[in-house]
């Protein structure tokens, strides 16, 4: 496999993951974070989801996978990030 899109994955996942250490330090409600977390997470996957329904070929079904594998991923590493964060600050007081 080569490895500029390994490279690429994990700055994308390195990249949520920061991101959600980010979000838990802003005091913003929760409804307001879930929307970032959102428009955070779903551009990516969804460059792999909406090809792979709209056409139907022999790689459609590996495209609509790797999309929901980034989805699951990206919300794991988000939500990492966003826990990492909160137990940090709670052994710091």
């Known amino acids: ?24 330090t802003i005091d913003w409600t929760v409804r307001i974070k879930m929307a970032v977390m959102l428009a955070l997470v779903l551009p990516m996957p969804l460059l792999f989801i909406i090809p792979g329904a709209t056409r139907h070929n022999a790689w459609s079904d590996v495209l609509i996978q790797l999309g929901l594998t980034l989805l699951v991923c990206g919300i794991i590493c988000l939500v990492g990030g966003f826990s990492a964060a909160r137990l940090r600050a709670r052994r710091r007081k």
């Open 1 to 24: 496999m080569p490895i500029i899109p390994q490279i690429l994955l994990g700055a994308y996942l390195l990249f949520l993951v920061a991101a959600g250490w980010r979000l838990s």
